[in-house]
C-alpha cells in the first residue's frame, strides 16, 4: 500500500533553516503524481505550503515564497522541503501528502488521498 514517512523536523531559531523530507514506497512511476507539503498548528486547520505538480512546476504559499523550495528526487521517490529564514509562525506539525496521477500543483487539502505520519518544526523567537 501507498506508505509516505515524512522526516527531518525540529527545532531551531528563527532565521535558522531544516530540511524535510518525505520517502515514498507502496507505488510505482513516483514522478507522475502531484505532490504537497501541508502544516497545520495546534487549533488551526490544515494549510498547504507548497505544491509540485506531475511535471515537477512547484507552486507556494504566499507566506513561504522566497523563503522554502520544493522538489523531488524521482530516483530515490523522495519528496523534499528547503526551508529558510524560518520564523516563528512557521511553527507547525508538517505533512507531505500525494495527489493523483498527471495533476497539476495543488494546495487544496481535498486533492490528496495519502499523508505522512507528520513531523515536528518548532521555531523560537
Known amino acids: 500500500q501507498v506508505q509516505l514517512q515524512d522526516s527531518g523536523g525540529g527545532s531551531v531559531q528563527a532565521g535558522g533553516s531544516l530540511t524535510l523530507s518525505c520517502a515514498s514506497s507502496?507505488?510505482?512511476?513516483?514522478?507522475?503524481?502531484?505532490m504537497a507539503w501541508f502544516h497545520q498548528a495546534p487549533g488551526k486547520i490544515r494549510e498547504g505550503v507548497a505544491s509540485?505538480?506531475?511535471?515537477?512546476?512547484?507552486y507556494y504559499a504566499d507566506s513561504v515564497k522566497g523563503r522554502f523550495t520544493i522538489s523531488r528526487d524521482i530516483g530515490k521517490n523522495t519528496l523534499t522541503l528547503q526551508m529558510n529564514s524560518l520564523r516563528p509562525e512557521d511553527t507547525a506539525m508538517y505533512y507531505c501528502?500525494?495527489?493523483?496521477?498527471?495533476?497539476?500543483?495543488?494546495?487544496?487539502?481535498?486533492?490528496?488521498?495519502?499523508w505522512g505520519q507528520g513531523t515536528q518544526v518548532t521555531v523560537s523567537s
Open positions: 507502496g507505488y510505482q512511476h513516483f514522478g507522475t503524481y502531484a
Open positions: 509540485i505538480s506531475w511535471d515537477g512546476v512547484p
Open positions: 501528502a500525494r495527489g493523483n496521477a498527471y495533476e497539476g500543483a495543488s494546495l487544496v487539502h481535498q486533492h490528496y488521498a495519502y
